[in-house]
């Protein structure tokens, strides 16, 4: 199983879109900034706020790749008050 998850941070007040297959490592791996290129090193505080379970890796970062492309916050949303959208965006994908 993956997942598509976003964070937000308050501090900050930014989201932060990513793929995982273990979410509970991946956000203590942001908050302790693991990842030195990451752009999640600019906080401490990421929340998780959304979860999707994914039927594999491919599905997971193909959404990633897909909200990121948008560049929209206002998406993001979106997506974070109706996450149906994302099994609507994966039934569409070619």
Do not use: Q
């Not at 908050?31 to 600019?42: M, P, Q, R, V």
């Not at 909200?67 to 109706?82: A, C, D, G, T």
């Amino acid at each position: 199983m993956h997942y598509l998850y976003i964070l937000y941070s308050k501090l900050v007040n930014k989201f932060y879109i990513g793929e995982t297959h273990n979410i509970d490592e991946r956000i203590i791996k942001h908050n302790k900034h693991s990842y030195s290129d990451s752009f999640t090193k600019i906080a401490n505080d990421w929340e998780l706020i959304l979860f999707f379970n994914c039927s594999n890796k491919e599905e997971a970062t193909f959404l990633e790749k897909f909200i990121k492309k948008m560049k929209s916050r206002v998406f993001i949303e979106k997506i974070i008050s109706n996450p149906s959208i994302l099994t609507d965006i994966l039934s569409k994908r070619k």
